[in-house]
């Protein structure tokens, strides 16, 4: 268990803008929760000081919050449950923590309940003014067996950015570190009015599948059965030669005319979702829907700068009967995965965002997005899921001065059925997909993941 020896609240180390910072409507409806992430490092140095780690980390950190001021505030409650930042530059917190297992004891660092004591732990009990909006937690491991390590984890605001923002930031944290400066384009653009609307909210002229309420089991009236199940989660891994395999598979039939190869994304998720539906075992006319979150900063018009930072996050979805996701071929379903993705436009963005707007409690509005919090949120398991892509995020780069992290990911084991899919940290073009699902259901799906797979291997060789 990880023993907490020190707690420091750090500050910026010179005068930040005061006064209060307007959330865009996008900001409003993600998660209020802080997102867990974990970087775990093993140090070159044998002979690390621990207390080397901690000065330099809230030295630097001091120096970060000076461009990324707005993680040094505080939320506050306007009318309507709007969310704004009081830039009061309360400050972040820095924890020092020391467990005495092993780096080795934690295994593949994957979700549970040990790797969660690497997370910050974050009191909601308190007023919203009070709680620390960006929160971390360094955990020097027992070197008992000879091999100096450590984890920094990440309690991290969602409000305050998407993952964009949130690895642009930890990056240049981890770049003044090192004892480099800033240029000028790695800063911060920071005025989120550019998401500012001042018409009056429109009727949607688009369906808006993603944000109608999910399908239930076949023969049940709530999801309440779902919801108590638990769930688990797993790093399954994917050699290179594994994805292109999978990604040759789905561009094997006539794809449109005019369109381009399916990528990596829709191979993988489109067996991801057909795997999910598999285990499942419902019956052929159940009704399945998969939601995405998909970046915006190039797609609305007048796009957004490459540093915005802020959640530039829309919602979209695309759905399917069980008996066509498991009997169709995987590029029948990443053509709906492609047609979900090509309906963000500009029009379409715009669309969604007065969705929220139209809204007089934001609360309603939150239940509708993955944000939403308690029993009326929205469920995103069984039969449902959500899939991620953190395959574009720099989430490797985050070299405080002791090298690059060996391990990334997510710290804690999503209520809802969930794939996120990234890059292996070793660059050989593996990737990793961190699949959270029902417990009684994992390893089926597991069967069906890797023997799907394999199955292309043997047919190839045929």
Request: hydrophobic residues 35%.
């Amino acid at each position: 268990m990880a023993t907490i020896k020190a707690s420091y609240t750090v500050k910026p180390n010179e005068s930040t803008p005061k006064g209060r910072l307007w959330l865009s409507d996008l900001d409003q409806v993600v998660r209020l929760s802080h997102t867990p992430l974990i970087y775990i490092y093993k140090s070159q140095k044998q002979n690390q000081k621990s207390r080397a780690i901690i000065e330099t980390l809230k030295n630097s950190l001091s120096k970060i919050l000076v461009h990324y001021y707005p993680i040094a505030g505080r939320y506050c409650y306007k009318d309507g449950g709007r969310l704004e930042l009081n830039l009061n530059a309360k400050g972040a917190v820095l924890i020092e923590a020391q467990t005495t297992k092993t780096i080795h004891d934690y295994g593949d660092f994957s979700p549970s309940d040990s790797t969660e004591e690497l997370i910050p732990k974050v009191d909601y009990n308190q007023p919203i003014e009070e709680i620390p909006l960006f929160v971390v937690q360094v955990t020097i491991f027992s070197n008992k067996d000879e091999s100096f390590g450590f984890a920094i984890g990440i309690a991290y605001s969602h409000p305050l950015s998407d993952g964009v923002g949130c690895f642009n930031l930890l990056n240049s944290w981890a770049k003044i570190s090192r004892g480099e400066t800033l240029e000028d384009n790695e800063l911060p653009f920071l005025d989120r009015t550019i998401l500012k609307f001042s018409h009056t909210p429109i009727e949607p002229c688009f369906e808006h599948i993603e944000l109608k309420p999910l399908p239930l089991i076949l023969g049940r009236s709530d999801n309440d059965i779902e919801r108590k199940k638990k769930t688990t989660a797993e790093l399954l891994k994917l050699t290179k030669e594994q994805v292109e395999k999978l990604q040759k598979k789905t561009n094997e039939f006539d794809i449109p005319k005019g369109s381009k190869p399916y990528s990596r994304f829709e191979a993988i998720s489109a067996h991801i979702w057909k795997c999910a539906s598999k285990a499942r075992e419902l019956e052929e006319n159940q009704q399945s829907v998969v939601r995405f979150n998909v970046e915006i900063r190039n797609r609305i018009i007048p796009n957004l700068p490459k540093t915005y930072y802020g959640n530039a996050l829309i919602q979209t979805s695309t759905r399917g009967y069980i008996g066509e996701i498991t009997s169709k071929p995987l590029n029948y379903i990443a053509m709906k995965i492609r047609e979900a993705h090509e309906l963000i436009s500009n029009e379409y963005i715009r669309s969604q965002i007065d969705v929220i707007r139209s809204f007089e409690n934001l609360d309603d509005a939150r239940k509708l997005f993955i944000g939403g919090e308690g029993k009326n949120a929205t469920f995103f398991g069984n039969p449902n899921l959500h899939i991620t892509s953190w395959m574009a995020l720099p989430a490797y780069k985050s070299d405080f001065g002791w090298g690059k992290p060996f391990y990334f990911g997510l710290g804690y084991v999503s209520p809802h059925d969930r794939g996120i899919i990234y890059l292996n940290p070793n660059g050989d073009g593996s990737v990793i997909v961190c699949m959270h699902f029902q417990v009684a259901l994992m390893q089926i799906f597991k069967k069906f993941f890797y023997g799907d797979i394999n199955e292309l291997f043997t047919s190839a060789k045929l």
